[in-house]
């Protein structure tokens, strides 16, 4: 990412070839875009088994929605829904332990 964000900002005609690639396979670039997020979110689980699999169906249901409010409304707004979404099963667990003790 560091060297794409390099020549990026270098180069005028890589410039022109990233937003080529980005406006033409928008929908590919968000699906792989999930798989990648979907598969970085194994690292949550111990095991490695058919249920472990199946649990990165919403991670990977998820990162097509961050995906697309990242095309849609920025990187920012997707960074923000993804803090907003890890932070509600922390608030979750503060309160019961504050219950339960």
């Known amino acids: 990412m560091i060297t794409i964000g390099t020549v990026y900002l270098i180069s005028?005609?890589?410039?022109?070839?990233?937003?080529?690639?980005?406006?033409?396979?928008?929908?590919l670039l968000?699906?792989?875009?999930?798989?990648?997020?979907a598969v970085i979110h194994i690292t949550n689980y111990d095991t490695r088994d058919l249920e472990t699999?199946?649990?990165?169906?919403?991670?990977?249901?998820?990162?097509?929605?961050?995906?697309?409010?990242?095309?849609?409304?920025?990187?920012?707004?997707s960074y923000m829904m993804h803090t907003i979404n890890n932070f509600i099963p922390f608030i979750y667990l503060g309160v019961m332990r504050w219950v339960l003790h």
Not at 13 to 22: E, L, V
Request: net charge positive; no cysteine.
């Open 12 to 27: 005028t005609t890589a410039r022109h070839k990233i937003h080529f690639i980005i406006e033409n396979h928008t929908v």
């Open 53 to 77: 699999y199946l649990k990165l169906v919403p991670r990977l249901t998820g990162g097509l929605y961050l995906g697309y409010i990242a095309y849609k409304y920025g990187i920012g707004k």
């Open 30 to 37: 968000i699906v792989l875009s999930a798989i990648i997020f």
